[in-house]
């Protein structure tokens, strides 16, 4: 068995480096769709939070994605999202 594990040793490397290659591309997919829906967000006048699609998509890339993208979704999409009166009434 432990003859097995030696073997594989050399391989590891590349393993790393393949779930590296696919975190960054989830990444870089996570900041596409964001400025994506942010861009629809302006066009159809609901537009975004603080800041624009561009620097929406720049959050995403420097929190890791995940974060970024909770936080966006938290604030335009969420339940807990301020609402004015006259749209909280229509829903």
Do not use: K
Not at 7 to 13: E, G, K, N, R, S
Not at 40 to 61: A, D, K
């Amino acid at each position: 068995m432990g003859n097995i594990l030696y073997q594989f040793a050399p391989t590891l490397p590349y393993v790393f480096y393949g779930f590296v290659g696919l975190y960054v591309l989830v990444i870089l997919v996570l900041a596409l769709a964001v400025l994506r829906d942010a861009r629809l967000r302006q066009l159809t006048n609901r537009g975004t939070f603080l800041v624009g699609p561009w620097v929406w998509s720049l959050i995403i890339l420097a929190t890791g994605g995940f974060t970024g993208a909770f936080a966006y979704w938290l604030i335009h999409y969420s339940s807990l999202r301020h609402q004015p009166r006259a749209e909280a009434t229509n829903t």
